[in-house]
C-alpha cells in the first residue's frame, strides 16, 4: 500500500461526510487507505462513516470505547496504517487535503517528514493566535529538539519514521515532539489554514493548555531546574534580609522596629515559592506514575453496531 490517511473524528457529524467525500476525491488516482479514528464521538459520526465506506474498500472506521483524545487517535492510526507513507489530518477540512499530494512529492524526493507549516490562520480567535504562537517559542527554548514553529499535526510520515514512533513505550504523547525526536530528513510545506467547514472546535481551552504542559514536561526538564533557580533566589534574599535585621539589632539595640509587614511579605513570598516547586514536582510525579501503569493508550470498541468493526487492536 503507497498511502495511509489517518483522520481522527471526534463528534464531526456536520462534517464527516464532507471529509470523506473530500479525500476519497482528491486521492482518487493513488493506492491508499482511509483510517477513520472515531475518538469516542457521542453523536452519529460512526454511523455516518461505517455507512459511507463501501463494503469492499481498503478504509476503516477504528472506534474508541470512550474519548481518549487526539493524540491517542493518532497513536491508533498509526498502529494500524499500513502505507509506506502515513498522512495524519484533521477531521475538519481545515488541512487542506489537496497539501496530500504536494507532500507525496516532496517525500518521493526524499524527505522522510513533511510537515505542513501553516502560513495564515483564519476564523481563529487572537487569543488562540497568540498562545498557540507563544506555545511554539517557549517550547523551543526549554527543549533539545527543535519543533518546527506553527505546525500543527498535518504532516506526512514515511514507514521508516512510523515504525520507530511505534517503539517508543511512553504514555504521555505529544506526536509533533517524538516525531522531531526520531529524526530522519524533514522538510516543510507552506499553507494558509482555513477556518473549520462546520462544527465547533473540539479544543478548549482546558485542553489546549493540557497539551502544551504534555509538549513542555515530555521533551524538558527546564521546569525542574527552574524551580532550583528560584529556590536559590529565594535563600538568598532571605540570608540577606536576615544579616541586614541582625545589624539592625546590633546597631540600635533599644529602637523596636514595627516588623509586621516584612514577616508578612518573606512568609507569602516563601509560601509561594515552595508551592511552585512542589507544583513543579508534582507534575513530574503525576507522569512518572502514568507511565509506571503501563495502561493501553486507547481502548477499541469493536461491538458491532456497523460494518467495519473487526480490528485487531
Ligand atoms: N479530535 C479528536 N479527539 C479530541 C479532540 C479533537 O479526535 O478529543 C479531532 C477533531 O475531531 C478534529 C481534530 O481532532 O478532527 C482537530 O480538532 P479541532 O478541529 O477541534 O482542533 P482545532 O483545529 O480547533 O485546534
Ligand atoms: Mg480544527
Request: proline residues 4%; contains cysteine.
Amino acid at each position: 500500500m503507497l498511502l495511509s490517511v489517518i483522520v481522527p473524528m471526534y463528534n464531526e457529524e456536520e462534517i464527516a461526510a464532507k471529509t470523506y467525500t473530500t479525500l476519497v476525491d482528491v486521492l482518487k488516482d493513488l493506492e491508499y487507505e482511509l483510517l477513520f479514528i472515531n475518538d469516542g464521538s457521542t453523536d452519529k459520526t460512526r454511523e455516518i462513516l461505517e455507512n459511507l465506506i463501501p463494503e469492499d474498500s481498503p478504509h476503516k472506521v477504528l472506534s474508541f470505547s470512550r474519548n481518549f483524545g487526539h493524540q491517542a487517535a493518532f497513536s491508533a492510526g498509526l498502529n494500524h496504517a499500513q502505507g509506506d507513507a502515513v498522512v495524519i489530518i484533521d477531521g475538519d477540512l481545515q488541512d487542506p487535503p489537496e497539501l496530500i499530494l504536494e507532500m507525496l512529492s516532496k517525500w518521493r524526493e526524499g524527505y522522510h517528514v513533511v510537515y505542513a507549516q501553516r502560513r495564515k490562520r483564519q476564523g481563529e480567535s487572537w487569543f488562540k493566535l497568540i498562545t498557540a504562537r507563544w506555545f511554539y517559542r517557549i517550547l523551543n527554548s526549554l527543549t533539545s529538539i527543535k519543533i518546527p514553529v506553527d505546525t500543527g499535526d498535518f504532516r506526512l510520515m514515511d514507514r521508516a519514521v512510523v515504525d520507530n514512533i511505534n517503539r517508543l513505550p511512553e504514555r504521555s504523547r505529544f506526536l509533533r515532539g517524538l516525531v522531531c525526536w526520531v529524526g530522519f530528513k524533514h522538510t516543510g510545506i507552506q499553507y494558509d489554514r482555513a477556518k473549520r467547514e462546520a462544527g465547533t472546535t473540539k479544543y478548549p481551552l482546558r485542553k489546549m493548555m493540557g497539551l502544551a504542559i504534555d509538549g513542555i514536561t515530555s521533551f524538558s526538564t527546564a521546569p525542574l531546574k527552574f524551580s532550583l533557580v528560584l529556590g536559590m533566589w529565594a535563600t538568598a534574599i532571605s540570608f540577606a534580609l536576615g544579616v541586614w535585621s541582625f545589624a539592625q539589632k546590633l546597631l540600635h539595640p533599644t529602637t523596636t522596629t514595627d516588623g509586621w509587614a516584612s514577616i508578612i511579605i518573606a512568609v507569602v513570598f516563601l509560601g509561594g515559592v515552595q508551592l511552585i516547586t512542589i507544583g513543579i514536582l508534582g507534575e513530574y510525579i503525576g507522569r512518572i506514575y502514568e507511565e509506571i501503569k503501563q495502561r493501553p493508550l486507547y481502548i477499541l470498541d469493536k461491538s458491532s453496531r456497523g460494518k467495519k468493526y473487526d480490528m485487531d487492536s
